[in-house]
């Protein structure tokens, strides 16, 4: 009983350093902005940053504390209304599309609902009843995750805000080493065969579409043993690549004529010479970083122009799952791709960090795949149409949110987030 005892104590420890760490991050990296970065929203696709402040915190109260804290009374009633982002289960909610018309509540006043949020979330960790501890941190360790979902929402939404303004705004000062140069590109043959990929339920955490382990053939292949260049992408771009149909699917090459693409999103020529805007300002380009900001369209066009193909998300999985989790992520305070690569991260470079790597996988359910129960078996089922996979997170993912099952899924026209291209082969 005493040994039970110490473990719900840790237990109760680890949730609230874990909880403390991952709100406080939220907050760091909206320090840069002004009062009035906060509501802007550009685009349908991104949110306000006071918006994802403010679902983030909405997500612990209403999955945890109004179910598990005793006479607890909501911070506001209409934030439930207001924060919902797609829980139809839950209840109505306000338009995507229109978040950035929400100039109240104030960012202090969000800001006060993290805040006495956080002071309920750090008791109710404390005082739980020991019987429902363990629900509790399950669904604790949801919130954290789905946090940091958002926080890199977050960053690429304040990017694209940034973006549009011509005064093209510095997020923050960074002097980014321009003379690293990218590793040569090889590449690595794998036999294939029937390959087990996925994770079961207590084998850590996991989202429930990353679930469960199952079997899939694959024939031979060969993976590039790093991601595509800005450099190798512009000879693309030079080679007339958006427009030469032929490399496009067809509704791909629809969406290049309706958009006008000439280039990945955030690229901008002047005087013959490109320049990238980031989170740092609009630079040079580097034609040693990875490339980004490309859609799925674009990836598998260029993956044609060079004779290749995109990977499939078990090929991906197989080829990476016993290297180490290393790379640039949002922890290295870079918010950029960068071309160096560190010395842990095994003979798949660039496979974890940088950039989000489109695969030709769409995003469908595996054999056997359960969503969670309740209002959380819309996180994931509910968007399975029309989606693409991506694979190994980027520059602003944490890297304790990262592992070699993690899916994430966009359509193939998404290119504000932090996306690139991994090329493989067939091996004839």
Not at 48 to 74: C, D, G, Q, V
Not at 334 to 353: C, L, M, Q, T
Request: with cysteine; proline share 5%.
């Amino acid at each position: 009983m005493v040994q039970q005892s110490i473990q719900l104590n840790e237990l109760r420890e680890q949730l609230l350093h874990a909880y403390e760490a991952t709100r406080t991050m939220t907050s760091t990296l909206v320090e840069p902005l002004e009062t009035e970065d906060f509501t802007i929203q550009s685009i349908p696709d991104v949110s306000p940053p006071k918006w994802h402040m403010a679902h983030t915190t909405w997500f612990f109260e209403t999955f945890i504390l109004k179910e598990y804290r005793e006479n607890y009374k909501s911070f506001h009633e209409e934030f439930e209304y207001l924060f919902n982002s797609y829980y139809e289960s839950v209840g109505s909610y306000f338009p995507r599309h229109a978040r950035g018309l929400l100039s109240r509540p104030s960012i202090d006043k969000v800001r006060s609902y993290r805040s006495d949020i956080d002071e309920e979330m750090v008791t109710l960790i404390q005082e739980i009843d020991e019987s429902k501890l363990h629900q509790v941190a399950d669904l604790v360790e949801i919130g954290l995750n789905h946090e940091q979902q958002h926080q890199e929402l977050l960053m690429t939404d304040i990017k694209y805000n940034f973006s549009i303004n011509p005064l093209k705004p510095v997020y923050r000062s960074l002097e980014v080493n321009s003379k690293e140069k990218a590793t040569p590109l090889e590449w690595i043959s794998f036999e294939g065969g029937l390959i087990e990929t996925g994770i079961n339920e207590d084998d850590g955490f996991s989202f429930d579409n990353e679930r469960p382990i199952h079997k899939s053939w694959l024939e031979p292949f060969k993976l590039a043993t790093r991601t595509v260049t800005n450099g190798e992408y512009l000879a693309f771009i030079k080679a007339g690549g958006y427009k030469e149909a032929t490399y496009w699917l067809s509704d791909g090459w629809a969406t290049v004529k309706k958009e006008n693409w000439q280039a990945p999103l955030h690229w901008v020529e002047k005087d013959g010479e490109w320049y990238t805007f980031t989170l740092h300002g609009l630079v040079p380009l580097n034609i040693e970083e990875p490339v980004t900001h490309i859609s799925y369209y674009e990836a598998e066009a260029y993956a044609s122009f060079v004779g290749k193909r995109l990977p499939s998300e078990s090929e991906w999985e197989l080829a990476v799952r016993d290297q180490p989790i290393a790379g640039n992520f949002v922890e290295d305070g870079i918010y950029h791709p960068v071309a160096s690569v560190k010395e842990n991260e095994g003979r798949i470079k660039k496979a974890y960090g940088d950039v989000w790597e489109w695969t030709k996988s769409p995003y469908m359910p595996y054999p056997g795949n359960k969503p969670l129960d309740g209002a959380l078996g819309e996180y994931n089922a509910k968007f399975m149409s029309s989606q693409m996979i991506l694979r190994g997170g980027s520059c602003v993912t944490s890297v304790s949110h990262i592992r070699p099952t993690y899916r994430n899924f966009f359509g193939p026209d998404k290119r504000w987030q932090f996306t690139g291209i991994r090329l493989a082969d067939d091996e004839l």
